[in-house]
């Protein structure tokens, strides 16, 4: 069974300054991985998938993650970030099958930006 | 264009009623998800379908949820005999096709409270 394990379930962080969430998954087969964002009272939006391929992906609003297959970790990257960036972030992971859809998330990082 | 919605947005209820909650994906997707998402659980998956089979019910927890899409488009989401572990934010997303390539837009969610 795939899992995924969100090691900070808050990070705060200063304006401007760089920040890492971090996620490791756990899966004896090859999977995708994707980070989340939700806003307050809002849904999920996507910020950037790994699917294949080069295994630094760059997302929205400035985000990058680094898939890292020895270490199965996917951090969650921003070199500066903005107030507007707080929010809760969740990391998932999905099975290499194209019927194997569901999404297994972690339980989230609040990222807590303060001026 | 339009999102998906979902409705109601907040629901407060006795425990022991049933409770119905529904979900309009984006107009051509196939592939509807459910998920809730609750403090001590985090994310979880409930069902999806595609088109209007489900092909995949495992995270449905209890004989007491059931879902049913229509005409392969709208969902509803049924809680019989509603009890207080099943408050919780339940959120619908919907996709293009089903398949980590395609991505899954989420719906605010509807926030259930069971009194």
């Known amino acids: 069974a795939q899992s995924v394990t969100q090691l900070d379930s808050q990070v705060p962080v200063f304006e401007e300054a760089p920040v890492e969430l971090r996620c490791n998954y756990s899966?004896?087969?090859?999977?995708?991985l994707f980070w989340y964002v939700q806003y307050p009272n809002q849904g999920l939006q996507l910020l950037l998938k790994?699917?294949?391929?080069?295994?630094l992906v760059k997302g929205i609003n400035g985000f990058e993650a680094e898939f890292n297959k020895s270490q199965t970790s996917f951090h969650l990257r921003k070199p500066s970030v903005h107030i507007s960036d707080t929010a809760e972030y969740f990391c998932a992971v999905s099975g290499p099958n194209s019927g194997n859809t569901p999404l297994v998330f972690g339980k989230g990082t609040r990222l807590s930006v303060i001026a | 264009g339009a999102g998906v919605s979902q409705s109601p947005s907040n629901k407060v209820t006795e425990k022991g009623k049933d409770v119905e909650l529904r979900c309009d994906p984006i107009s051509g997707h196939t592939a509807l998800y459910w998920y809730r998402q609750s403090l001590g659980q985090g994310l979880e998956f409930l069902i999806y379908f595609q088109g209007n089979s489900a092909p995949d019910k495992s995270g449905l927890p209890s004989d007491r949820f059931s879902a049913e899409r229509t005409g392969g488009s709208v969902s509803t989401l049924t809680i019989q005999r509603t009890q207080q572990e099943d408050s919780a934010v339940y959120l619908c997303?919907?996709?293009?096709?089903?398949?980590?390539?395609?991505?899954?837009?989420f719906g605010p969610g509807t926030r259930l409270t069971v009194t």
């Open positions: 997303a919907s996709s293009f096709q089903r398949g980590p390539s395609y991505e899954q837009y």
């Open positions: 899966s004896s087969v090859s999977v995708y």
């Open positions: 790994y699917l294949s391929g080069s295994t």
